[in-house]
């Protein structure tokens, strides 16, 4: 209120200041107030109740959540870079092929691998075998067999004991500067071609249906 | 919460309005309703803020009862009121004829009544609650000085108060 107040002011003052709630009135609107704040308590309530509940599932999710998302993530990474990566049986032959690539023995052929000798005898004559000899392929022993194109290419066949990586999803592609095949001949024949870039696809179809085609 | 001296006061804001007291604890107790159904009710400024629900309550029942004469005070009325002749510090009143005042203003005049002679807001608090110039506040305020003072020279002369 200012200090200089004028008559007339004073008199409109004075005229609302008579005017007041009557004591029923303050005690309704008061109650109201009341119930408002009481209805506002519970509700506030429940809220904190119901937040404090979903704010402990929530840190509890939170916590197993980020954990299982990356270890899951992983998982799937590595599921999916075994499935898709070039098997080591691949990496090693190739390894072989070079180590080999002035190599033209002919190795004696043991009975015991009468399939394997049968395989070798099946390559047709219009393809010369420069080479066929026993390596190591992850541990186990794999006839190699190198067999040159009618005019060019070169042609490797692994005879490999057992069965091939379980694991493995790509069972042909690329490696380096040669294509590849794995071919399950029998539950415990594992046939790997490789083949240079510059063989003819029908030559290698041809050699591969009649060295398979013995195969019983 | 608001004390008994702020639910007075929000009443006689509400009764500067509607002029009828039933009426004015009616609008009164609707604005408090509306007021404290928003939970989350944390207002800068309550008393002014259920000031304009009180408000906004009174013109929209107006407005819905279409009795209410809208005058509109556009900026072109703005005139110079530096030096404002009707001041009323001379004039003395009983209350008798405060009422007689209060009942012949219009509703606008009267919350102007209000705001400026028990609230004591200046032109510039008025204009912010009517979102309107300063200036055509001090303009509203001008009409309403010199319309109680020529009713005063009229009773004067009429009945020789």
């Keep these: 209120m200012k200090n200089t107040i004028n008559p007339f002011k004073k008199a409109v003052q004075l005229f609302y200041e008579n005017k007041s709630l009557s004591d029923s009135q303050q005690n309704q609107l008061q109650s109201l107030q009341e119930q408002a704040r009481t209805d506002v308590n519970a509700l506030v309530g429940t809220e904190s109740a119901n937040e404090i509940e979903s704010g402990i599932c929530h840190k509890i999710r939170n916590k197993w959540l980020i954990p299982v998302s990356i270890a899951a993530s992983m998982s799937a990474i590595f599921v999916l870079v075994s499935l898709l990566s070039v098997p080591h049986l691949v990496s090693h032959a190739y390894t072989d092929v070079l180590k080999d690539a002035s190599d033209y023995t002919l190795g004696e052929l043991g009975a015991t691998n009468r399939i394997q000798l049968d395989m070798v005898k099946a390559v047709p004559e219009k393809y010369s075998i420069e080479m066929h000899k026993y390596c190591f392929l992850d541990k186990e022993k794999t006839m190699h067999l190198r067999v040159a194109g009618v005019e060019q290419g070169k042609l490797h066949l692994f005879f490999k004991k057992g069965k091939g990586e379980t694991n493995w999803l790509t069972r042909t592609g690329n490696y380096k500067d040669m294509h590849w095949k794995i071919l399950q001949l029998k539950d415990d024949l594992t046939l790997l071609v490789m083949y240079t870039q510059d063989m003819r696809e029908s030559s290698v179809n041809h050699i591969v249906n009649e060295v398979v085609s013995v195969v019983g | ?161």
């Design chain 2, 1 to 161: 919460m608001f004390d008994r001296n702020e639910l007075n006061q929000l009443y006689r804001y509400a009764l500067s309005l509607c002029k009828q007291e039933d009426m004015a604890y009616d609008i009164l107790q609707s604005a408090l309703e509306r007021y404290l159904s928003k939970a989350d009710n944390k207002v800068a400024k309550p008393l002014a803020f259920l000031k304009t629900i009180i408000r906004n309550i009174y013109f929209d029942q107006e407005r819905h009862n279409k009795v209410i004469s809208m005058v509109t005070y556009d900026d072109q009325d703005e005139i110079n009121l530096i030096e404002d002749n009707s001041d009323l510090d001379e004039l003395l009143i009983n209350q008798q004829q405060v009422k007689l005042i209060v009942n012949k203003l219009s509703t606008e005049e009267n919350e102007l009544l209000y705001l400026w002679a028990v609230e004591e807001y200046t032109a510039e608090e008025i204009a912010k609650i009517y979102d309107k110039p300063r200036g055509t506040v001090l303009s509203k305020l001008h009409r309403l000085k010199k319309r109680i003072k020529d009713y005063f020279v009229e009773a004067e002369v009429v009945e020789g108060i």
